[in-house]
Every structure is written in C-alpha cells, then in structure tokens.
C-alpha cells in the first residue's frame, strides 16, 4: 500500500460556487485506483461561498485539502501556490469548470509512467467555444510567439502534469506576473502533450474578460522578450530617415523654387505622426521599466489566509 505512487491534483477556484460540487464528483469518477491522491482547492479570493463548499469537501474526505487566499490574486497565481505546496511525485492541474476533462487524467498519467516528465494538453476547438474566444486566442498565440523568444504551441491550455522535478525546479520562481506555460516551457525537461476537446462551462461564468487576455498577451510578450523594445528603435531609425529625405526635400523647394512653402498642414501632420510614434515606444518602454518596478519590490505572489494543507 505504501509504495503506491502519490498524484496531486490542483484546482485553482474563484467564484465556482455553482460547479464546485459537480466539479469533484466527475473528478472522482476519473482517478484511477493504483495512485494515492492529494487534491488542492486554491480559492483565488471567491466572494459568493466557495470557500465554504471546499471546506465542507474538505472536512468529509481525507484526501482533499484547501488553500485559500487573503484576496484575489489571479489564475496563475492560484496554481503557482498549488504547485509550491504539493508533496505529490506529480501534480496535475485544472480548471474547475470542467472545460479540462477528469477523463483525460488517466492518459496524462499514462505518459508520466511512459517517462515523460512535462506533459501538457492542447485544445481543440470546440463548436460551443465562441467564435471571438478562437479568434482571441489565435491571435494571442500568433502575437506571441512573433514577439518573444518561447515558442507556444497553439491551444495549450493550464491543464497539465508536472513531474516532481519539475514542480522543485517551478518553486525558484518567483516572477510578479509569472506566466506558467511559457515559464514551464522554458524549463525544458521531457516534455509531450496530448489533445482534447473542450467544453463548455458547467456553471458560472468565465473570469477571463477581453481587458484580461489582453493584459494576459501583453505580459507574455514583455515576459519573455525585449523584441519589442529593439523595434522601437527599427521605428525611430525608419522614422528618422523619413524625415530626413523631407527635409531635404523641403530644402530644395526653398531654395530652388518660388513656390511658397505648402502650408503648415503637412508639418502638422508630420507632427502629429511623429508624436504619436513617440508615445507608443514610450509605452513600450515604460511597460518594461513598469515590469522592473514591479519585481524589485520582490513581493509574494500570493498571500495564504488559511489552508489545511498541515493537517
Ligand atoms: N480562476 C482563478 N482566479 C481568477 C480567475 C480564474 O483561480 O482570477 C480559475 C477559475 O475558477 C477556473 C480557471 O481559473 O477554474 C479558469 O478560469 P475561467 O474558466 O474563467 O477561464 P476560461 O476557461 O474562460 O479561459
Ligand atoms: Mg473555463
């Protein structure tokens, strides 16, 4: 009994009130029986009681445990938490709407035993995902591997399986920001993946709005790459010769022409163009000094107001 391998299963969770339940029951009905079990609910700061669902889970069987934020620190902050707490030889995570199938568990630690210390899963799309999500999360994709220096695969989705190893090597980080499917990329190790389709969400709905996924490729991008910082100066030397030849050009009409020079609108615009140039590689700047800013105060990227991970 003792030698049997332990799997923890993290579950990060804010406002899922509604699918909670739901949630571990379909979970259970897909662990396979030659593993022992540790499941980690992270509530992410929920404010509509489903802490009180985990707790009561909690409380009725021994392998379930909580963690529970002082207040909403995002996804990818739960499962980072998720991940520094397990004792598990592997750690799978997913989310608890069930658009991560429980079903595919057995396949994701089926490559585990396989050897495979990394295994991810890929999404493909589903007719119930909203045609703006494909197209977001198509462009996310596009965006990003253009822009940084990670290569992402299209689709991979925050379910997955990590091998202790990988989990150890996950704990040195402690990135504001952290952005777990490139981080884990990035650290390498025997990595596979496997596909599934997703599905709608059970209940409740979801937490990622447009203004997030956009915040979401930003820093994925300014995570990983300094690309776009070397652009701005690409811009501003393409910009510089432009100008430049006009003013050349206008030097010629001053002085080898009588034509009056052709009015200030064209100065205006350049202006106005230059200016607004001049803004956007500002922005590009102060969103890298604003990530320095950030990580210097080196602060925690989660704070734990009570768990029973100890009990
Ligand atoms: N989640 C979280 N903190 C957040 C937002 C989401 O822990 O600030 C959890 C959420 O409960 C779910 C998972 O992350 O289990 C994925 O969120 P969601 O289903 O809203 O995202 P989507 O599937 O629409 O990308
Ligand atoms: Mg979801």
Excluded at 275 to 293: D, Q, S, V
């Amino acid at each position: 009994m003792n030698n049997l391998k332990k799997v923890s299963i993290i579950v990060p969770c804010y406002n899922e009130s509604e699918s909670l339940l739901l949630f571990y029951n379909e979970l259970t009905k897909h662990l396979p029986e030659t593993y022992l079990y540790e499941i980690i609910f992270v509530n992410d700061g929920s404010d509509d009681g489903t802490l009180e669902i985990i707790k009561n889970i909690s409380n009725n069987h021994s392998q379930v445990y909580y963690i529970s934020f002082s207040r909403n620190f995002g996804h990818q902050n739960a499962l980072k938490a998720g991940f520094d707490l397990t004792s598990g030889d592997c750690a799978i995570c997913l989310d608890s709407d069930l658009q991560h199938p429980p079903q595919l568990i057995p396949e994701l630690l089926k490559k585990w035993e396989e050897g495979f210390e990394s295994v991810f899963t890929k999404r493909i799309d589903h007719d119930s995902i909203s045609t703006f999500k494909k197209i977001t999360s198509k462009a996310f994709y596009r965006l990003t591997n253009h822009l940084s220096d990670v290569q992402l695969e299209v689709g991979v989705a925050d379910f997955r399986l990590l091998d202790r190893k990988v989990v150890d090597a996950l704990k040195n980080f402690s990135e504001n920001e952290i952005f777990l499917r490139a981080v884990i990329q990035w650290l390498g190790f025997k990595q596979t993946f496997i596909e599934y389709k997703a599905g709608e969400r059970i209940a409740g709905v979801s937490k990622y709005t447009f203004k997030n996924m956009f915040s979401f490729a930003l820093s994925g991008i300014t995570a990983f790459s300094v690309k776009p910082l070397r652009f701005s100066i690409y811009l501003g030397l393409i910009f510089a010769f432009l100008a430049f030849i006009y003013g050349m050009y206008a030097l010629y009409v001053f002085i080898f022409t009588d034509a009056a020079m052709p009015g200030w609108t064209s100065i205006l615009m350049s202006v106005l163009f230059i200016g607004g140039l001049n803004l956007l590689m500002l922005g590009i700047i102060g969103e890298y000094l604003g990530k320095l800013f950030i990580e210097n105060k080196k602060r925690p990227n989660y704070i734990i107001s009570e768990t029973d991970l100890l009990k």
